[in-house]
C-alpha cells in the first residue's frame, strides 16, 4: 500500500536565464505544493511523449485509491483518469494497466506541475558541480531545511542531491548542467518522504527566499510563503512582508494554499501607509475568496504562538493598474466569471485611505483628560473644606452678643427661625447653642 503523507505547500517561478537567476513572478503553474498534491489538471498519461495511459479511478476497485473508498472528491479523485497524488506521494501519479514487475502504477512527468520557488532538476556531474558553494549532509534533511542551511550562509540558491546531501550557490550554467524531467529528482527526502529531495546525480533547485520570515516586494505580481515553508512554521514567528508596486490602484491577493491550525496563531493584511488592518485570518476564518485591497503598499503580517504548529500559506500577488467597480462604502463586491464559463467567484474589494488614517483620539490625550478631571474634583474638595474650616472658626470665636439660633421641635413640624434672646440664662432652652 502507498503510504499516506501529510500535505505540503510550494511554488515555482516564472522564467530561468541562462544563468539561472530566479524571479519572483508567478507562473502558470498548476501546482502550488512541492509534491503536487494540488495538482487539479487534465493530463492522464504518464508522459506527454510515449506516456502509458492512466486508468480511471471509478474502476480501480481493487488498488488502495479509488471512488468507492473516496466518493467525495478526496485527493481529486472522481469519474476520470487524470493524474492526482492522493496519498502526499513526491509527485502526481496514476496507476496503469500494464503491470511491469508487479508495478501497477507510474509517477506522471507533468511539466505544468512545478511549485514557483522550484527551479528545476539538474544533471551533477560533480566537475564542476552544480552548485559550487557550501554544502553539507544530513540524514534529516527537508527541502527547508536545505534552504535555511544555505540562506543563512547569504546564497541565492540551495540545491538537493539523493535524499541527504544539501548544496549552496548563486548560480547555475545551464550549458554545463542541462534540466531534465522532474522524475529524475524524484528521491524522497530523508527527513520527510512527502518532499521530493533530488536524486543520484541529480539535483533539484530552489531559491532561497521560500520559506523565509519576512521580506520586501516590488515586482508587479510574485509569490509569498509562511516561515519555514514547506515545512511547518515554527512557534513563536512574528514575520512581516512589505508589498509596493508602484503605479498600482489596488493590489489583488490570492490563497493558494492555507493551513492555520491554532486558534491565536493568525495572518493580516494591513495598509502599509497608515497602519490599518483590512483583512485578517486564521483558523476559524481562513480566506476564501481573492482580496483586493486598494493602494500600492500593502504589509502581511503572520504570527504564530509557541503550541502547534501547521503548514501555513502560500500566498499570490498581483498589482492592479485599473480600480476596481466599487459600490457603497467600504466593502465592495463584484461577480467574476472564468472564460469558460464553468464556474464563478465572489471577488472582495476591501477598501482603505493610504495618507488619511482614521481620526481616532490619541490614548494620551485620553490619559491627560482623564488628569484634568481628577485634579478639578480635588481642587473642589479642598475649597470646600477650606470653607467648612473657616465657618466652625467663626462659629467658636462668636460673642455673647450674637444672635442664636432656636430649634423649635413639634409633633408634624420642625421650625427654624432666628430671635433675640432675653439676658437670663434660665429662658435657655435645652435645645439651644452657639
Request: net charge negative.
Amino acid at each position: 500500500n502507498r503510504a499516506i503523507s501529510s500535505l505540503l505547500c510550494c511554488f515555482s517561478f516564472s522564467s530561468l536565464s541562462p544563468s539561472l537567476s530566479p524571479s519572483l513572478s508567478p507562473s502558470l503553474s498548476l501546482c502550488y505544493t512541492a509534491n503536487g498534491e494540488d495538482y487539479r489538471g487534465f493530463q492522464n498519461q504518464t508522459s506527454l511523449h510515449g506516456g502509458k495511459p492512466c486508468l480511471f479511478w471509478n474502476e480501480t476497485f481493487q488498488h488502495p485509491y479509488n471512488t468507492l473508498k473516496y466518493p467525495n472528491g478526496e485527493g481529486g479523485l472522481g469519474s476520470h483518469n487524470y493524474c492526482r497524488n492522493p496519498d502526499g506521494d513526491v509527485q502526481p501519479w496514476c496507476y496503469i494497466a500494464d503491470h511491469e514487475d508487479g508495478i501497477y502504477w507510474r509517477y506522471c512527468d507533468i511539466p505544468s506541475c512545478q511549485m514557483p520557488g522550484n527551479l528545476g532538476c539538474f544533471k551533477d556531474s560533480g566537475d564542476p558541480p552544480t552548485l559550487s558553494g557550501t554544502s553539507e549532509t544530513s540524514n534529516k534533511l527537508t527541502i527547508q531545511n536545505c534552504i535555511s542551511f544555505c540562506r543563512k550562509q547569504r546564497y541565492k540558491l540551495a540545491g538537493m542531491e539523493s535524499g541527504y546531501a544539501c548544496f549552496c550557490g548563486n548560480e547555475v550554467d545551464l550549458r554545463d548542467h542541462g534540466e531534465s524531467p522532474s522524475m529524475e529528482c524524484n528521491h524522497v527526502c530523508f527527513g520527510d518522504h512527502t518532499q521530493p529531495c533530488g536524486g543520484d546525480g541529480w539535483v533539484i533547485i530552489f531559491d532561497t527566499r521560500v520559506g523565509a520570515c519576512g521580506g520586501n516586494y516590488t515586482s508587479p505580481s510574485g509569490v509569498i510563503y509562511s516561515p519555514d515553508f514547506p515545512d511547518k512554521y515554527g512557534a513563536g514567528r512574528v514575520c512581516y512582508w512589505t508589498v509596493q508596486v508602484p503605479g498600482s490602484s489596488s493590489i489583488l491577493f490570492n490563497f493558494t494554499f492555507f493551513d492555520i491550525s491554532d486558534q491565536t496563531d493568525m495572518v493580516e493584511l494591513l495598509d502599509g501607509y497608515t497602519n490599518q488592518v483590512v483583512a485578517r485570518f486564521d483558523w476559524r476564518s481562513p480566506p476564501r475568496e481573492l482580496v483586493n485591497v486598494t493602494g500600492d503598499f500593502v504589509i502581511l503580517y503572520f504570527y504564530s504562538d509557541r503550541t502547534n504548529q501547521a503548514q501555513g500559506f502560500a500566498l499570490l500577488y498581483q498589482g492592479r493598474k485599473t480600480p476596481a467597480f466599487s459600490v457603497g462604502a467600504g466593502v465592495t463586491e463584484r461577480s467574476n466569471s472564468t472564460s469558460n464559463g464553468r464556474s464563478s467567484q465572489i471577488l472582495y474589494v476591501i477598501t482603505s485611505s493610504p495618507g488619511k488614517p482614521e481620526h481616532n483620539m490619541p490614548v494620551w490625550t485620553i490619559y491627560a483628560l482623564a488628569a484634568l478631571l481628577i485634579l478639578t474634583v480635588i481642587a473642589m474638595v479642598a475649597k470646600l473644606l477650606l470653607h467648612i474650616t473657616d465657618q466652625m472658626s467663626n462659629c467658636s470665636q462668636s460673642t455673647a452678643s450674637s444672635e442664636p439660633w432656636i430649634i423649635l421641635y413639634r409633633p408634624s413640624t420642625i421650625s427654624l427661625f432666628k430671635k433675640k434672646l432675653k439676658n437670663h440664662h434660665g429662658d435657655l432652652s435645652p435645645l439651644v447653642g452657639n
